[in-house]
């Protein structure tokens, strides 16, 4: 369904992609890891072709991404970024509402209005729909923006970070809304993401950045190994697996 091809991004004359080719499928979660500057952001930019590659392709269902509309690409992918200004002086309904812009010509119609309808019920958002989006807290702004992309209702979800600064209930349920969303509706996620452990749990697959580079591309338990993480992060780990879940605790720095 996605398709990246011998990707390369260069900024000024620093090559911050290397030679990136990967694939996902239908009903996968795709986690990108690595270290500050390995260039998770700019991939997941490249990606939905917020920035151009300087070389390479990205294929969407078979098609040139470059090559179609911002309009028609929207409708495949939406994407979240790591910094969003929290300013929207409007309510909730209407910031969800938002995610149907790609499909709505000179108004939204009623079909949109009952698809926003619909996940605002679903996500249990009925209390807030309301409310002004300003006055939320931060978990519960992150999980109307994810909301936002549900309901653009696109092939693929590209996400920076959904889980920083969020409290770890937030964190939890926002990655089991992801992977309700893209196992029952055969979406595809790919997401940045520091946490380790949270990679391990909810991943399919893990693509372990350096420098720039792929290090390893494979099912999290492959990925996450000792010595991968040693290597790539400069730390000694300790893993486990606990009922079918892969425990990463961190022992000390390597120098």
């Known amino acids: 369904m996605l398709d990246i091809q011998n990707l390369f991004f260069k900024y000024k004359k620093k090559l911050v992609l290397n030679d990136i080719t990967l694939s996902l499928n239908k009903g996968e ?3 990108i890891i690595g270290i500050n500057g390995s260039g998770k952001t700019t991939l997941l930019k490249c990606i939905a072709n917020i920035i151009k590659p300087t070389k390479g392709r990205v ?3 078979g098609k ?5 509309s911002r309009l028609e690409r929207a409708k495949y992918i939406s994407y ?20 149907r812009m790609p499909y709505i010509k000179w108004k939204p119609t009623e079909r949109d209005i009952n698809a926003t309808s619909k996940i605002i019920k679903s996500m ?28 653009q209702n696109t092939d693929c979800l590209i996400l920076d970070e959904p889980t920083s600064s969020l409290d770890l209930k937030y964190q939890i ?19 940045a993401i520091h946490d380790l452990n949270m990679a391990a749990r909810y991943s399919n697959k893990i693509i372990m950045l350096n420098s720039g580079r792929i290090f390893c591309f494979d099912s999290p338990a492959k990925v996450l190994t000792k010595e991968n993480i040693k290597t790539v992060y400069k730390v000694q780990t300790i893993i486990n697996n606990h009922n079918n879940f892969l425990q990463i605790s961190p022992i000390k720095v390597i120098d």
């Open 173 to 191: 349920q926002i990655m089991e809304m992801i992977k309700d969303l893209v196992k029952k509706q055969k979406k595809s996620a790919i997401i």
């Open 80 to 99: 979240l970024p790591q910094n969003i200004p929290f300013k929207f002086p409007i309510i909730v309904f209407d910031v969800i509402l938002m995610g």
């Open 124 to 151: 249990k958002f009925e209390d807030i729909a309301l409310k002004n989006f300003d006055h939320l807290s931060g978990g519960q702004k992150q999980k109307v923006l994810l909301a936002r992309l549900f309901v």
């Open 29 to 31: 979660i795709l986690s």
């Open 64 to 68: 040139d991404s470059s090559k179609i």
């Open 59 to 61: 294929l969407i269902n």
